[in-house]
């Protein structure tokens, strides 16, 4: 296998950035927990939205990736976020079989079995 294609991995662990984390809470205080739940709520919404849009081809789906991009930023999930940009990317090339890749990827990051491998990582790259 090519060095320098990434081995593809059945479950991939989801990372959030423990700083975002920690500055949501001291905004949001007492209601800093139903904050990171309705965001993650918005998150798990957007992604099957995308999903669906993906498989008809829907032009909505660019807006839904951006929607995710930006929720992603706002919550720390920087997974997510590496994956939205690289949706956008294909998107801007017009790569079909790339974007395939990278949606796949993101869907399989939103797969339950996975939310096991969700952790919050300090000083990490995702």
Avoid: Y
């Avoid at 660019?62 to 294909?90: F, P």
């Amino acid at each position: 296998m090519s060095e320098t294609i990434p081995m593809i991995r059945p479950f991939e662990p989801v990372e959030f950035d423990h700083d975002t984390l920690a500055a949501l809470c001291d905004r949001h205080r007492g209601d800093a927990e139903a904050v990171i739940a309705g965001l993650l709520a918005e998150i798990e919404a957007g992604l099957r939205r995308a999903a669906s849009q993906f498989r008809a081809n829907d032009p909505a789906f660019a807006r839904t990736i951006d929607d995710l991009h930006r929720l992603a930023d706002e919550v720390g999930m920087r997974t997510l976020r590496v994956c939205t940009e690289a949706i956008r990317d294909q998107l801007a090339a017009r790569d079909r079989a790339a974007l395939e890749a990278c949606a796949w990827r993101m869907f399989r990051l939103a797969d339950p079995a996975t939310m096991s491998d969700w952790q919050v990582c300090h000083d990490t790259v995702a």
